[in-house]
């Protein structure tokens, strides 16, 4: 039965993903100073840093990658599934008023 | 009613007379019930989010944020970050029955928590003295021509998404400051709770947004005080570990404000 998460796993992968977590908010910092990017370009380069980093967050800070396959799957597959849902309804949405003008 | 835990034998076997029906998740229902939280949670955010992605992209968007306001938020990033480490301790620690080491790295983890709130209170407090405000709240006196004060007047979606994102983040690591403190310091914590609201009232200046804003933890007080009394129970390992996922989706969602809201804004 699986109680608390009590895998056998070290402590020394948290300092590792902790670091990591650190070199990838130093990345989206010098991202931000260079602006190397056009701001849509740079929106979406910094989203996947932010997705890689929150992956790794509920991965590992919460345990998530050591729950049971049927868990881990139903929540990750609605929340995904709800935000694109989000995005096919919210961007096609507010560009209808744009076009179409808000009297 | 004592607490009861998969690890009891009733919930274990099964086929006998009491027995509890097994879990759906193979966790315990705090731990799901937590999970299904925080996935409605994140969709309040994703929303936010969303809006303000739409905005930054379609909008003529200031970049009015200096090195000050991003190191400021980088120090709070790595203050997030390091919190969320502290409660991975705390839970270790927990699973071990090491209640001194789990109170320590709560505490740890409040400690950080706290760094962050203050740090971002600063900075609220800075921006709305240079001019930054929404629609309809008075400007600071002698700022009337600020940067700041053209962007609310010209661009009122940035302080509007600025403060927007922000407030409501910051009101869940304050929960989540409260929530570690109850989960670590039990009714202990409800004095230190109700001087740290009294104190910042009596100090903060009543022009300050945070003068009132501290009003949330008198909120947290009673609220705390009401589930301590009706439920006195000793906090266990799973406390901590459901707390501990609360606070890392604080983190998490951090991790999105900070590049789309600062680093998007950023001054060159």
Same mark, same amino acid.
């Given at each position: 039965m699986h109680d608390v998460a009590t895998h056998d796993d070290s402590k020394g992968q948290y300092f590792w993903v902790w670091g990591a977590l650190l070199v990838l908010t130093a990345v989206e910092v010098w991202l931000g100073y260079r602006q190397i990017f056009e701001p849509v370009h740079m929106l979406e380069v910094l989203l996947v840093l932010s997705v890689i980093k929150s992956v790794l967050i509920i991965a590992y800070f919460m345990h998530l990658k050591f729950e049971k396959a049927i868990m881990r799957w139903l929540l990750v597959i609605s929340v995904t599934g709800c935000f694109v849902i989000m995005y096919f309804f919210f961007f096609p949405d507010a560009d209808r008023i744009l076009k179409l003008g808000v009297r | 009613m004592s607490e009861i835990t998969l690890q009891d034998d009733a919930v274990i /076997?099964?086929?006998? /007379?009491g027995e509890f029906e097994a879990p759906l998740f193979g966790a315990y229902s705090k731990k799901v019930g937590m999970w299904l939280f925080l996935a409605s949670d994140s969709l309040t955010f994703g929303a936010l989010l969303f809006a303000f992605s739409y905005n930054r992209i379609y909008t003529s968007w200031p970049?009015?944020?200096g090195k000050d306001s991003i190191i400021n938020a980088t120090v709070m990033t790595a203050c997030l970050l390091s919190s969320s480490l502290t409660m991975v301790m705390a839970v270790f620690a927990a699973q071990r029955h090491d209640r001194a080491w789990t109170r320590n790295w709560l505490l740890a983890t409040m400690a950080f928590g706290t760094g962050f709130i203050v740090l971002h209170g600063m900075e609220w407090t800075k921006l709305i003295h240079e001019g930054l405000s929404l629609p309809g709240f008075p400007k600071p006196a002698?700022?009337?021509?600020?940067e700041y004060a053209h962007i609310s007047s010209g661009v009122p979606q940035f302080a509007a998404t600025f403060f927007g994102l922000t407030a409501m983040h910051m009101l869940h690591v304050t929960i989540g400051v409260i929530y570690l403190g109850v989960v670590a310091l039990r009714k202990l914590f409800l004095p230190i709770l109700g001087a740290l609201w009294l104190v910042g009232f009596l100090l903060i200046p009543a022009d300050n947004v945070f003068h009132y804003g501290i009003h949330a933890l008198l909120i947290g007080l009673i609220i705390s005080s009401v589930i301590l009394f009706l439920k006195p129970k000793d906090y266990d390992a799973h406390d901590v570990e459901v707390s501990g996922l609360y606070w890392h989706f604080v983190d998490l969602v951090w991790m999105f404000i900070f590049p789309l809201v600062y680093l998007m804004s950023t001054k060159i």
């Open positions: - | /076997a099964h086929g006998h /007379a970049t009015p944020f002698g700022q009337l021509e600020s």
